[in-house]
């Protein structure tokens, strides 16, 4: 019986030490997050890595902005002189101080809106854009839907406090996801520092981006913070190591910097970046019948690559080629494709591309046949 006893006993040890010294097992539940709401996400598939309270409806403050920005980018030349309506001077809130009838490009007040998270700013890029704070929020929303963003409905442009204006961390988390695949957009969210005119070139404004994410940590790109005090500190992050990319957000978080930080640590720690292929890996001599030549090489023209998380696999490839193929061949004809398996799991597949034509061999008629004899 005591050899029972202690032969469990020890089990018990061995089991707890090897939990203790594995860092990523049950690691997302031993994350703290003072965040009311939270969520990491992987960007490119939407893979939640990390949620508490991700789905609950919340007010978003200035990360409001996000959608502002996508929606005028999506919608405006960027080098358009914007004149700046009364209505959209002396809002409440952060501003960058706009003059009525002060003329700035679009591209300048998305700076501001993004990085100095100027509220006067979001109401002229709305007027311009769509005539009036109601109609812009009409076209956020209808974005929204778009995106497939379920839980969020937009009031205005800034993320002042509104009763129909909120969003959930999972939410915001999508449009992050959504908008970061526009260039111009990441460019923006990016950026540290920028000088834009002052009241048509009487002087300059500086802005300054506020996520010091940006200087402290390794790999960040934005993306906007936001403040009330109904919302509390909201903040929307991401960062891209080794081809992951990572957004995290928290919603009412009262020690923000650091929630984001030990999220986006523990994401970079389990998900990793995989090529499965690169252009021309996969290239082969394929049978050709009735053409000017007897082959033709087909190779993919395009490489392949997955995000996921970190574990031992076993990749293995299918080919799906034709024994042979009759001519005429078009060069860059897709011809066939490979496809990639971990196990029984499908990863993906690349399309197979002629490299070159094959002309078909030209008929000869009676005549071209009888005279072809006598040459």
């Known amino acids: 019986m005591l050899k029972r006893i202690l032969t469990a006993l020890l089990s018990f040890v061995v089991i707890f030490l090897f939990f203790c010294s594995s860092p990523d ?13 939270a969520v990491l996400m992987e960007a490119s598939s939407s893979a939640v890595i990390y949620e508490k309270n991700a789905y609950t409806r919340m007010p978003m403050a200035s990360t409001t902005k996000i959608m502002t920005a996508i929606v005028a980018i999506e919608n405006n030349d960027l080098d358009q002189i914007v004149t700046v309506s009364d209505k959209a001077v002396g809002v409440e809130g952060s501003s960058i101080y706009l003059y009525p009838g002060e003329k700035l490009c679009m591209r300048d007040l998305i700076y501001a809106l993004m990085l100095e998270s100027a509220n006067d700013a979001a109401a002229a890029i709305a007027i311009a854009t769509a005539g009036s704070i109601d109609e812009f929020a009409t076209l956020m929303n209808r974005k929204a839907k778009e995106i497939g963003l379920l839980d969020t409905h937009f009031k205005n442009p800034h993320g002042l406090d509104d009763e129909d204006h909120y969003t959930t961390a999972y939410d915001l988390a999508r449009l992050s996801s959504y908008a970061l695949k526009n260039e111009c957009f990441r460019e923006i969210v990016s950026t540290y520092k920028r000088v834009i005119p002052l009241r048509d070139n009487e002087g300059s404004r500086l802005l300054l981006n506020h996520n010091r994410l940006l200087k402290s940590y390794d790999g960040a790109i934005g993306v906007k913070t936001g403040f009330t005090k109904k919302s509390g500190r909201c903040l929307v992050s991401s960062a891209e190591r080794d081809g992951v990319t990572l957004v995290s957000v928290t919603l009412n978080a009262p020690d923000d910097w650091n929630d984001h930080k030990n999220m986006l640590d523990f994401g970079f720690r389990i998900y990793e970046r995989i090529s499965l292929t690169e ?97």
């Open 25 to 37: 097992i049950f690691a997302a539940d031993r994350i703290f997050v003072s965040a009311e709401s």
């Open 279 to 375: 252009i021309g890996n996969e290239r082969f001599e394929l049978a050709c019948v009735s053409g000017e030549r007897d082959s033709f090489f087909a190779s993919n023209r395009d490489g392949l690559s997955i995000i996921t998380e970190k574990y031992d696999r076993k990749i293995t490839k299918v080919v799906e080629l034709k024994r042979f193929y009759f001519a005429p061949i078009s060069p860059g004809e897709v011809v066939g494709r490979v496809c990639y398996y971990d196990g029984d799991v499908y990863l993906g597949s690349v399309d197979i591309t002629a490299e070159e034509g094959v002309p078909a061999i030209k008929k000869m008629g009676f005549w071209e046949y009888i005279l072809s004899l006598f040459k």
